[in-house]
C-alpha cells in the first residue's frame, strides 16, 4: 500500500511537471491558425510607429475574436516547425495583449489592470490566466517567459512582443509568418535599437531600454551586451562605453 501511495504521489507529480509551459500540445485534430486575420486587422489599426488605435480595434472587435479564438482552438502540434511554433506563440502574446486592452478600454496604463495589491512575477495582469489555448489556462507570463523565453532562447522576441506600453519595442503591423519569422526578427531588432527615443548610443555611451537589464542574460549568452547591440546598431559602440537605462514608460501606446 505504501509503495502504491508512493507510485501514484510520482505518477502526479510528473503530470503536474508536464502541464508546465510547453510549446506544443498533443492533440492531432487541430489545424493552423489563419494568420491573415491578424495582418488585416494590424494594417488597419497600427501606424508605423506601432501604436495603435484602439477604439478602431474596439469596432472590429468581433473580428479579433474570431482570431483569437482561432489562437485558442489551433495550438502548436509536435509536427509543426520551429518556426510556425515562434510565429505562432508571438501573434498569440500580442494578440491576447490587444485584446486584453480592448476589453477594458478606456484605461491609461495596461498597469492599470493589475490586482490591487501587485506582487511582481506573482500577481499581476501578466501572471492572471484569463485565457485558452489548447483547452489549456494561459496567462501572458506563461507564453513570454515559459514559451517563448524557455523554449526558443530568442533574444530578439523582446522586440517582437509587445507589452501596450509606449516604451515596449513596437507592435509590428503585420502577423510574424514562418516563411520569413528570421527577417522580421531582425527588422524589429533593428527598428527597436535604432529608436532614437527608447535608445540613446553614441560610441562611447549609451542609454538604452530597461529590456536590456530585465533580461539581460537572454543577450549575453556567449558574448557581451554591447557586441549583440552592434550587431544592429547603426552607431558602432566601443566596447568600454558608459552603460546607462532609460526609465520605462507604461501609458498606453496608443494611437489618436
Known amino acids: 500500500m505504501q509503495a502504491y501511495k508512493y507510485s501514484l504521489i510520482a505518477v502526479l507529480f510528473l503530470l503536474f511537471s508536464c502541464s508546465g509551459g510547453n510549446s506544443t500540445f498533443a492533440s ?10 491578424w495582418t488585416e486587422l494590424l494594417q488597419k489599426h497600427v501606424n508605423d510607429k506601432g501604436f495603435v488605435n484602439y477604439k478602431g480595434m474596439i469596432q472590429d472587435e468581433q473580428k479579433l475574436n474570431a482570431y483569437t479564438e482561432d489562437l485558442s482552438g489551433n495550438p502548436p502540434q509536435a509536427n509543426w516547425s520551429e518556426n510556425e511554433k515562434l510565429a505562432y506563440w508571438i501573434n498569440a502574446y500580442n494578440a491576447f ?40 489556462d494561459f ?25 501596450a506600453s509606449f516604451s515596449c519595442p513596437p507592435l509590428r503591423n503585420e502577423a510574424f ?13 533593428r527598428i527597436f535599437i535604432n529608436d532614437g527615443v527608447r535608445n540613446k548610443l553614441s560610441k562611447t555611451k549609451i542609454e538604452i531600454s530597461q529590456i536590456f537589464s530585465w533580461f539581460k542574460g537572454d543577450f549575453t549568452n556567449g558574448q557581451s551586451l554591447i557586441e549583440f ?28
Open 229 to 256: 547591440l552592434n550587431r544592429y546598431s547603426k552607431v558602432k559602440i566601443d566596447d568600454t562605453a558608459k552603460v546607462d537605462h532609460i526609465d520605462y514608460e507604461w501609458a498606453l501606446n496608443e494611437w489618436n
Open 97 to 136: 495583449t490587444v485584446k486584453l486592452i480592448v476589453d477594458n478600454y478606456p484605461l491609461e496604463s495596461i498597469k492599470d489592470l493589475n490586482p490591487t495589491i501587485a506582487i511582481p512575477t506573482v500577481s499581476t495582469v501578466w501572471t492572471k490566466k484569463w485565457f485558452q489555448i489548447g483547452g489549456e
Open 177 to 189: 509568418v514562418a516563411e520569413k519569422v528570421n527577417e522580421q526578427l531582425d527588422e524589429q531588432a
Open 139 to 163: 496567462s501572458l507570463d506563461k507564453i513570454e517567459h515559459r514559451i517563448l523565453r524557455k523554449d526558443f532562447e530568442e533574444p530578439r522576441i523582446h522586440f517582437a512582443v509587445n507589452c
Open 28 to 37: 492531432e485534430d487541430s489545424g493552423k491558425p489563419d494568420h491573415s486575420k
